[in-house]
T-cell receptor, first 117, second 114 residues
């Protein structure tokens, strides 16, 4: 398996522009997670999906952020409009899903490094 | 709200030394605790997962322990090598607030000098 795939790997954009990050989870995994990593705040969960349904979006910072999972093999995280404070590394992760709460782990993609000028 | 703290934030050791990384968490109601490794510019790789009913897990030169009642975990690395240089993150899966969520510490950046 190729693991979790994210694109683009790097994104530089100007303030006010729309940014779309993409993720392909591991085949057969039922849960998908979007994280943001910054030096100040560390790694924070933004939102997660189970069977393509958003379960917890309490970490989404504000209405400028939105995430979708139209099918089991694809998800997007969109920022519109982008701001300099959104600069961070965004990770996507997937797992086999609930039901094995004490045993299952998450598999992370390589991340998208976003810089908003 | 679960909070995870890792000490120290950075550690530099000579090759061959044994070392311990520390992790503490505020809420003992957890499903498991995991240690991840992150290399620069890369994603996270799971190293060890300790279920809430377990006390420790071992993989090669790595040994992780869990004391749930005191809210502490340690990652022991034996005979460190330059290839061990990376950031190590601790994460707990809390029983409260949703069974899927991982809460991460900010990590310990380890440098092993040849």
């Amino acid at each position: 398996d190729a693991g979790v795939i994210q694109s683009p790997r790097h994104e530089v954009t100007e303030m006010g522009q729309e940014v779309t990050l993409r993720c392909k989870p591991i085949s057969g995994h039922n849960s998908l997670f979007w994280y943001r990593q910054t030096m100040m705040r560390g790694l924070e969960l933004l939102i997660y999906f189970n069977n393509n349904v958003p379960i917890d979006d309490s970490g989404m910072p504000e209405d400028r952020f939105s995430a979708k999972m139209p099918n089991a093999s694809f998800s997007t995280l969109k920022i519109q409009p982008s701001e300099p404070r959104d600069s961070a590394v965004y990770f996507c992760a997937s797992s086999t899903g609930p039901g094995r709460g004490d045993q299952e782990t998450q598999y992370f993609g390589p991340g998208t490094r976003l810089l908003v000028l | 709200k679960q909070e995870v703290t890792q000490i120290p934030a950075a550690l530099s050791v000579p090759e061959g030394e044994n070392l311990v990384l520390n992790c503490s968490f505020t809420d003992s109601a957890i499903y498991n605790l995991q240690w991840f490794r992150q290399d620069p510019g890369k994603g996270l790789t799971s190293l060890l997962l300790i279920q809430s009913s377990q006390r420790e897990q071992t993989s090669g030169r790595l040994n992780a322990s869990l004391d749930k009642s005191s809210g502490r975990s340690t990652l022991y690395i034996a005979a460190s090598q330059p290839g061990d240089s990376a950031t190590y993150l601790c994460a707990v899966k809390s029983q409260r607030g949703g069974s899927e969520k991982l809460v991460f510490g900010k990590g310990t950046k380890l440098t092993v000098n040849p």
